[in-house]
């Protein structure tokens, strides 16, 4: 007897508290899963030669939460991967904390590896969530983002004077 | 006839607006760069918002051509840098 397939399994949330991959992983993964993968971004030390002390994240909560849905259900529905965990954190990160993990469980390999790269891709280009940089030295400047697709908005970095190159981060 | 929609400002839009959220009162039939004009021309930080920044209505991407009604929630969105 060949056991039944497992339901699809969608999980996204924006939080302000610490992530837990090894939860992350538990909790998408089911025994008709063979593939298991994880993606941590996390807060590094350094910007364009500048020591980082920290990150602050700001989201849009309501429709960041929206959009994450959406973007992990179509990681399911268009690339096949049946179980996408996704959580993004805000606030205050230290340096090594993690501000989004991404897992994503399905039966061969191929559609995890698809859906986890869908998914932070797809977070850069329209999740509502911006950070800013806290320097070493005491200053500060928000990192310059992307304007998300389907607003008919002029191309617009962020100008700050600490601004940096696009489509950077985790 | 007038209408009037909430507006919400996040990170550097913020910094310019002074504050997170804003009522706004526009003539009857209104759209976002309806909106944004009425902003731009307040004076202030918001002088410095762009003519065409991308906007959310009630937590959908819009384009600047859309309509408005009474009590939406209008959001500026700076360009976005999650992860």
């Known amino acids: ?7 699809a399994r969608i999980h996204a949330r924006i939080t302000t508290e610490p992530l837990d991959a090894a939860a992350a992983l538990a909790s998408a993964r089911t025994d008709a899963d063979g593939a298991l993968l994880l993606f941590v971004g996390v807060v590094r030390n350094h910007a364009d030669g500048r020591a980082v002390m920290g990150m ?12 994450l849905l959406a973007i992990a259900g179509e990681a399911a529905e268009e690339l096949g991967s049946p179980r996408v965990w996704v959580e993004h ?3 205050r990160l230290a340096i090594g904390e993690a ?6 469980a399905s039966p061969h390999r191929q ?13 850069k280009k329209r999740l509502p969530v911006w950070k800013k940089e806290e320097y070493v030295d005491g ?6 983002g992307r304007t998300p697709p389907g607003t008919g908005a002029a191309d617009d970095v962020t100008r700050t004077h600490e601004s940096v190159e696009q489509g950077r981060g985790a | 006839m007038s209408l009037t929609v909430r507006t919400l400002f996040f990170a550097s839009y913020r910094d310019l607006a002074g504050t997170p959220e804003l009522p706004v009162e526009l003539e009857e039939g209104a759209r976002v760069q309806d909106l944004v004009r009425t902003l731009r021309e307040r004076g202030g930080g918001l002088s410095e918002l762009p003519e065409a920044p991308a906007v959310a209505v ?10 408005l009604a009474q009590d939406d929630e209008v959001a500026f969105i700076p360009p976005v840098a999650g992860g």
């Open chain 2, 58 to 67: 009630n937590r959908r991407y819009a384009p600047l051509s859309r309509p």
């Open chain 1, 89 to 91: 954190r805000i606030g």
């Open chain 1, 99 to 104: 501000s989004v993990v991404i897992v994503s």
């Open chain 1, 1 to 7: 007897m060949v056991p039944e397939p497992q339901p």
């Open chain 1, 139 to 144: 200053q500060e400047g928000w990192v310059a």
């Open chain 1, 111 to 123: 559609e995890s590896f698809d859906a986890v790269r869908y998914v932070i891709e797809e977070i």
């Open chain 1, 56 to 67: 602050r994240y700001d989201a849009y909560v309501d429709m960041a939460h929206e959009v």
